[in-house]
């Protein structure tokens, strides 16, 4: 089978590889398409060479079918469509003790710390497993996990209907934010520097700001009638957006950091003091924000054709990190297994 892997120094290196038997506990995944996203370009980029072990096979936006069981597996068949959470904690630290898996302190986040989904037969602990519905077609069905990364934000934003959203950053994430905060009726605006994804958002009927070209703080404090949001996400990871975030929020209102930030912000806790403002953080997600994910792919509420650029194959995995790094794709799918 043929794999990728970050093998350091921005470069990936695709090769063949034996797949081995799933152990006991364990499923095999013959992997159907795997997203790209901005995790791993963080990884491409070497940001969390402290962390992964190279070389390593990364990915976890997947989806696939099962193509054997390991010893002691119930419950599921072989050709059973599936996705992966790819999480794995202890269960033993203080945060695993206080009912907070998800973000275990001692978490194996499966594609950072141990491989991922970017081989054609991929071993995964049965418990990681989350079933597809039949007929959700494999390549939309790749877009679960980001989406449950949404329905976590917006859920720890306790967005409730009529809510007014900001969303900083019209990427996928922020896109998939703004779709998900939507469903469950909030008001949505993003602001979005890029024309190209400006038009695109635009499209799927939401309000886009240009932050170069409109007063920000004014178009949000008219648009929610002198208040500001009750609810700002930070999904860029620029470091101007930060600084800003604080502006464009309620008396009480809530910023969530959503992007990764791979070195401290500015941030105005002047702000933060003056309106009594909350800042939250959103990691990763629990397994009900799995499941709604399945539920809104499923049913057609995530516009999954719109989001996906393209799809390429394994060989092209290098070439398809350098298009989403400048911009030229929302989504990249790689067909791993030879579906397209």
């Not at 506990?25 to 060479?49: P, S």
């Not at 989806?63 to 996705?83: F, K, M, N, Q, R």
């Not at 907070?100 to 081989?119: A, E, K």
């Not at 909030?186 to 007063?215: C, N, S, W």
Request: glycine letters at 12%.
């Amino acid at each position: 089978m043929l794999t990728a892997s970050y093998v350091g120094d921005h470069a990936i290196q695709v090769s063949e590889a034996e797949g081995a038997p799933p152990g006991p506990g364990q499923v095999q995944i013959a992997v159907a398409f795997t997203g790209l996203c901005g995790t791993d370009l963080h990884i491409l980029h070497g940001n969390m060479d402290a962390r992964v072990k190279t070389p390593l096979v990364f990915g976890h936006e997947m989806s696939g079918t099962i193509a054997a069981l390991g010893e002691g597996v119930s419950g599921w068949s072989v050709h059973d469509g599936v996705t992966v959470m790819p999480l794995l904690w202890d269960g033993t630290c203080p945060a695993c003790v206080a009912g907070h898996t998800h973000i275990c302190q001692n978490l194996d986040f499966i594609g950072i710390d141990s491989p991922g989904s970017l081989q054609g037969l991929w071993n995964v602990p049965a418990e990681t497993l989350v079933a597809l519905p039949t007929g959700l077609r494999l390549d939309h069905a790749a877009l679960v996990e980001p989406v449950a990364v949404a329905v976590h934000d917006v859920r720890r934003a306790q967005l409730a209907p009529g809510d007014k959203a900001v969303v900083i950053g019209g990427g996928p994430i922020g896109v998939l934010i703004a779709t998900v905060a939507r469903h469950f009726g909030g008001d949505v605006v993003v602001i979005e520097v890029d024309e190209k994804r400006r038009a695109q958002i635009d499209g799927l009927g939401f309000a886009t700001l240009d932050p170069r070209a409109v007063d920000q703080v004014r178009w949000v404090t008219d648009w929610s009638d002198g208040a500001g949001a009750d609810v700002v996400f930070e999904v860029s990871g620029a470091a101007a957006a930060v600084l800003g975030a604080t502006a464009l929020a309620k008396v009480r209102g809530k910023i969530v950091v959503v992007a990764i930030h791979p070195t401290p912000r500015e941030i105005d806790l002047q702000r933060v003091f003056w309106r009594e403002l909350s800042i939250l953080g959103a990691r990763v997600y629990e397994r009900q924000d799995f499941e709604t994910a399945v539920d809104l792919v499923a049913g057609g509420v995530i516009p999954a054709d719109l989001l996906i650029t393209r799809i390429v194959p394994l060989s092209q995995t290098q070439e398809a990190f350098a298009d989403l790094e400048a911009g030229r794709a929302m989504k990249i799918l790689v067909d791993v297994g030879g579906q397209a």
